[in-house]
């Protein structure tokens, strides 16, 4: 990406030199759930990080009789290409990050269902007797705190 977004190419030691500090910080933040915000910093110092790496250890162009350094055009089209990249990583990262809190909120909710499922029958019997509006059943109650609803709020729904 670095080529494409017109920078020079980057020698493999110079690559491999950049993923330990990149992992290092990916780690740091992946030690809690981090919001949008927090996100988009990391993502904008990683890309600044990686470009100024890049750029110091890029392999320097070959001499030809034609100069095409690109001058401002290429400079504004890096900048550009790292602030998407780093817009969409911080996106991508958020998303991916409440979906997989959701996904494994649902594993240990279906993880104790199957356990209270398994139960003997004299246990489940022994228990305090539900009642009349508590016999929803947990597997509904489960899935229906974890379902999202987007939309408007009620007063402002067409119907």
Known sequence: MHVLAGGSPVEPETLSWAIPPVAAGAFLLARRRCGFGVLMGASFAAQYGLHLWFSAGAV??????????????????????????????????????????????????????????????????????????DRVPLVTRLLAAAVSRRGPPVPFSVS
């Open 60 to 133: 320097p162009p070959p001499l030809q009789g034609h100069q095409h350094a690109g001058g401002l055009s290429a400079g504004l089209f890096m900048l550009l290409v790292h602030v998407g990249m780093a817009l969409l990583s911080a996106y991508w990262l958020e998303r991916g990050e409440s979906g997989l809190a959701l996904l494994l909120w649902l594993l240990v909710a279906s993880f104790l269902t199957v356990l209270l499922w398994r139960l003997p029958a004299s246990a489940r019997r022994a228990a305090v007797p539900a009642r009349r509006h």
